[in-house]
């Protein structure tokens, strides 16, 4: 295997990593609103993305750090045919960010809603948007020797949006299954319904994509070719079927760690049908962006393989620490710690679960 090759997989790794760890989050975010009946919810709620959250966009900057340096063609061709797309991802996941940070700033609950919804949107819109581009990915920029021809509009086609509809649903149904094992009481029942109502939906947009891609696509030609790669949609399917057989076993946590197994199985199918192309030309297969003319010089990506294999385990290490030491399900106690006040005497101000850290980082106390 050449370092074209090893960078391609590894950039598909880190995209896929990314999508899982960060997919909770949008789906948290999206559902705070729906899960919550009072300020204690949705409270509990953002606390079990409190402590994970920034450090799951890690990947998505060295997802692009990775696209940057190993294919800088790549990067700036993104950047130039996507630029409005991507202008609007970024400022929605800075709202996001904002709201974690502002929310508990003023006793006001007007100032809180405000920040609620700036959270769903900016969950909801990146969720959408990353779905949009990699499906018009998947089927083709309109880009030729000439240079880009196409709209911000016209990435919104059907294929491209049905994309997006299809990560919007996984992420929901991951974060409902995050809420799900992170809390417990009227939130931990309700994510478990929403994550039983989003499988029905999510298998079939998931049918609708898989056939509509054999028309939309090139996909399959890989699949045909080597049908030993046909392994990952397959793998994709089964995991998502396991999500719902054992959330109905109440195995959720299991169910939750099915769920992650889907997300990555579906970037690895797309990634894997457009090998080795990265960015296709829809109008002149003869601009397409592969990993051979896009790449890094072979001692650039051999610099690179060194740095990656010292410091990518070192921040796996540290997230799974993070991860471990934010173990358990966050209970009403916790919120009240947080919050520097005492829980109530009788009701659901009872603790539950097993102790936790009481400042999460990138919480503001409310």
């Given at each position: 295997?050449?370092?074209?090759?090893?960078?391609?997989?590894?950039?598909?790794?880190?995209?896929?990593?990314?999508?899982?760890?960060?997919?909770?989050?949008?789906?948290?975010?999206?559902?705070?609103?729906?899960?919550?009946?009072?300020?204690e919810?949705?409270?509990?709620?953002?606390?079990?993305?409190?402590p994970?959250?920034?450090?799951?966009?890690?990947?998505?900057?060295?997802?692009?750090?990775a696209?940057?340096?190993?294919?800088?063609?790549?990067?700036?061709?993104?950047?130039?045919?996507?630029?409005?797309?991507?202008?609007?991802?970024?400022?929605?996941?800075?709202?996001?960010?904002?709201?974690?940070?502002?929310?508990?700033?003023?006793?006001?609950?007007?100032?809180?809603?405000?920040?609620?919804?700036?959270?769903?949107?900016?969950?909801?819109?990146?969720?959408?948007?990353?779905?949009?581009?990699?499906?018009?990915?998947?089927?083709?920029?309109?880009?030729?020797?000439?240079?880009?021809?196409g709209?911000?509009?016209?990435?919104?086609?059907?294929?491209?949006?049905?994309?997006?509809?299809?990560?919007?649903?996984?992420?929901?149904?991951?974060?409902?299954?995050?809420?799900?094992?992170?809390?417990?009481?009227?939130?931990?029942?309700?994510?478990?319904?929403?994550?039983?109502?989003?499988?029905?939906?999510?298998?079939?947009?998931?049918?609708?994509?898989?056939?509509?891609?054999?028309?939309?696509?090139?996909?399959?030609?890989?699949?045909?070719?080597?049908?030993?790669?046909?392994?990952?949609?397959?793998?994709?399917?089964?995991?998502?079927?396991?999500?719902?057989?054992?959330?109905?076993?109440?195995?959720?946590?299991?169910s939750?760690?099915?769920?992650?197994?889907?997300?990555?199985?579906?970037?690895?199918?797309?990634?894997?049908?457009?090998?080795?192309?990265?960015?296709?030309?829809?109008?002149?297969?003869?601009?397409?962006?592969t990993?051979?003319?896009?790449?890094?010089?072979?001692?650039?990506?051999?610099?690179?393989?060194?740095?990656?294999?010292?410091?990518?385990?070192?921040?796996?290490?540290?997230q799974?620490?993070?991860?471990?030491?934010?173990?358990?399900?966050?209970?009403?106690?916790?919120?009240?710690?947080?919050?520097?006040?005492?829980?109530?005497?009788?009701?659901?101000?009872?603790?539950?679960?097993?102790?936790?850290?009481?400042?999460?980082?990138?919480?503001?106390?409310?």
């Amino acid at each position: 295997m050449n370092y074209q090759a090893i960078w391609f997989v590894l950039w598909s790794v880190l995209w896929a990593v990314y999508f899982t760890a960060d997919g909770f989050d949008f789906g948290a975010g999206m559902l705070q609103r729906f899960v919550s009946r009072n300020e204690e919810d949705r409270r509990t709620v953002i606390n079990t993305m409190g402590p994970v959250w920034d450090g799951n966009e890690v990947w998505l900057l060295t997802a692009g750090g990775a696209t940057f340096a190993a294919f800088p063609v790549v990067y700036a061709s993104m950047f130039s045919f996507l630029y409005s797309a991507l202008l609007l991802l970024l400022f929605a996941l800075i709202f996001r960010g904002v709201a974690f940070e502002f929310r508990g700033q003023r006793e006001s609950q007007t100032w809180r809603n405000g920040w609620d919804w700036a959270l769903m949107l900016g969950s909801f819109v990146p969720a959408l948007l990353f779905g949009v581009a990699f499906g018009n990915i998947f089927a083709g920029l309109d880009f030729d020797s000439g240079g880009w021809h196409g709209s911000l509009l016209g990435l919104l086609n059907p294929y491209g949006l049905l994309t997006g509809v299809l990560f919007v649903l996984l992420f929901l149904q991951h974060g409902a299954l995050w809420l799900k094992i992170k809390t417990s009481g009227g939130v931990a029942e309700r994510s478990a319904a929403i994550a039983g109502s989003v499988w029905y939906a999510l298998l079939a947009v998931a049918v609708a994509f898989l056939v509509y891609t054999n028309f939309a696509t090139h996909l399959y030609d890989n699949y045909r070719d080597q049908p030993l790669w046909a392994i990952a949609p397959l793998a994709a399917v089964a995991a998502l079927l396991g999500v719902k057989l054992l959330a109905r076993a109440g195995r959720y946590f299991a169910s939750f760690v099915s769920s992650c197994l889907t997300i990555m199985a579906v970037v690895f199918t797309g990634v894997i049908g457009l090998y080795p192309n990265m960015i296709p030309s829809s109008i002149d297969p003869a601009a397409n962006l592969t990993i051979y003319n896009s790449s890094s010089t072979t001692y650039t990506l051999q610099i690179m393989t060194v740095v990656a294999l010292i410091f990518v385990p070192i921040v796996i290490a540290y997230q799974l620490w993070v991860y471990r030491i934010f173990r358990g399900d966050m209970g009403s106690g916790d919120v009240y710690a947080q919050a520097g006040t005492e829980p109530p005497a009788t009701g659901s101000g009872e603790e539950s679960g097993p102790s936790q850290p009481t400042q999460p980082s990138g919480i503001s106390p409310a």
